[in-house]
């Protein structure tokens, strides 16, 4: 073993595997600290221990993708539970990984996550002394080397052959859609929002009931597929609530993993497209209309707090679920009778898929739902979203 790699593994040995007295891993914060301390203290008095280090740190992100995590998932959980420093040398060495074994053969998705990345890298890290660089670094470490095995995502079957002319309608399409859901979003009047918001629902509708059709008419062997979406705190429930009635509306299916702040969303690729994207905008919507109810009741003097928002993003989700739920009933013609077939094979596969990666499921309750003045504030804000899902063939 060369010296730089018994500096790694000794500075490795202190502050990720080490344990307390009696065999458990060290739980306490002084001992932890303590192991994390000596660790890098070693890393910092060995300058050419760094490329080792660094290859070690692309062995642990390629370890996690293997248990199924995904680079936009290791980001968001390195940003919920440690800082910006943790951010950028995981950003980092998910590039470097990425280069070296071409990560962005395993799919369109993968590939943006890794695109976005790129994007926000910045050009000059912050300058830091070598032990606290080797600290951050042995944290981002701890964290990684303890993920858990999660769902794989695999790349949807039937993608592959995805011709560069449908890519690139599929791709002015979304387009579209995001330009008039930002316009939703950001204007003030009411109306604007509904005409906008409205239309982007035409094109979302359009666009999956045209993917379902051609692939039933190519015979094309297309599978559901997934995608994980983030779920911020505060408020995780009633926003995971809010996903789940917009997944349910568009054919896809919402598992929420409370732990690790996410949702793992299943369907065919058009349909899980339009589903993020009117969960976001719903959710931006939700955010603005709460922040407007909460001054209006300030400059009443009364004041609000965390219950508050809780009742009103609880009832927000719930009234949008019930919006959207009388709004798939009735949403196709008795005289279509060559789409109903294709959308309820659609709605079996995915159904399968979702029991396939999730045989056990929980359900849970909202908590902390108990403001009045809150629920009926996001029941009325709901009122006013723009949810229309899938409007009827004509």
Same mark, same amino acid.
């Given at each position: 073993m060369s010296s730089t790699s018994s500096t790694v %593994?000794?500075?490795?040995?202190?502050?990720?595997?080490?344990?307390a007295p009696g065999g458990a891993r060290a739980g306490g914060t002084r001992v932890v600290d303590a192991?994390?301390?000596?660790?890098?203290?070693?890393?910092a008095a060995d300058p050419a221990a760094d490329l080792e280090l660094t290859?070690?740190?692309?062995?642990?992100?390629?370890?996690?993708?293997?248990r199924g995590w995904q680079p936009a998932d290791v980001v968001r959980l390195v940003r919920r539970d440690l800082d910006d420093v943790h951010v950028r040398l995981v950003s980092e060495l998910i590039r470097a990984q990425a280069r070296q074994r071409q990560e962005g053969s395993r799919g369109p998705r993968w590939a943006a996550q890794l695109d976005e990345l790129a994007a926000g890298a910045t050009a000059t890290p912050p300058c830091t002394d070598?032990?606290?660089?080797?600290?951050?670094?042995?944290e981002l470490y701890r964290l990684l080397l303890r993920l858990p095995g999660i769902e794989p995502l695999d790349p949807p079957r039937g993608t592959a052959g995805l011709g560069s002319r449908q890519a690139s309608q599929d791709t002015r399409m979304l387009s579209r859609i995001?330009?008039?859901?930002?316009?939703? %979003?950001? @204007?003030?009047?009411? %109306?604007?929002a509904e005409a906008l918001s409205a239309k982007a629902q035409e094109l979302m509708a359009r666009h999956s009931i045209d993917e379902a059709l051609l692939a039933a008419r190519t015979h094309a062997k297309d599978a559901p597929g997934a995608c994980r979406i983030g779920?911020?705190?505060?408020?995780?429930?009633?926003?995971?609530?809010l996903l789940d009635a917009v997944a349910g509306a568009n054919r896809c299916r919402a598992v929420w993993n409370e732990a690790y702040g996410f949702s793992t969303l299943v369907g065919f690729e058009p349909d899980l497209e339009a589903v993020e994207l009117l969960y976001t905008s719903l959710l931006v919507q939700a955010t603005a209309a709460m922040t407007k109810a909460?001054?209006? #009741?300030?400059?009443?003097?009364?004041?609000? @707090?965390?219950?508050?928002? #809780?009742?009103?993003?609880?009832?927000?989700?719930?009234?949008?679920?019930?919006?959207?739920a009388a709004a798939a009933e009735g949403q196709l013609p008795d005289s279509e009778g060559e789409l109903l077939p294709v959308l309820a094979a659609r709605d079996v596969a995915v159904t399968d898929e979702t029991e396939r990666m999730f045989p056990r499921t929980v359900t849970t309750r909202l908590r902390g739902v108990s403001d009045a003045a809150g629920w009926e504030q996001g029941a009325a804000?709901?009122?006013?979203a723009q949810v229309r899902s899938r409007p009827p063939l004509r």
């Open positions: %593994e000794r500075a490795f040995e202190a502050a990720l595997y080490a344990t192991a994390l301390d000596t660790g890098a203290s070693l890393l290859r070690r740190g692309e062995e642990f992100v390629a370890a996690a993708w293997r070598r032990f606290s660089h080797a600290t951050a670094v042995l995001r330009a008039l859901l930002a316009k939703a %979003e950001a @204007t003030g009047f009411p %109306e604007e779920i911020e705190s505060p408020y995780e429930t009633a926003k995971a609530v909460e001054a209006a #009741q300030r400059a009443g003097g009364r004041k609000r @707090t965390k219950t508050f928002r #809780q009742s009103f993003l609880a009832a927000y989700a719930h009234r949008i679920g019930d919006r959207l804000a709901a009122d006013r």
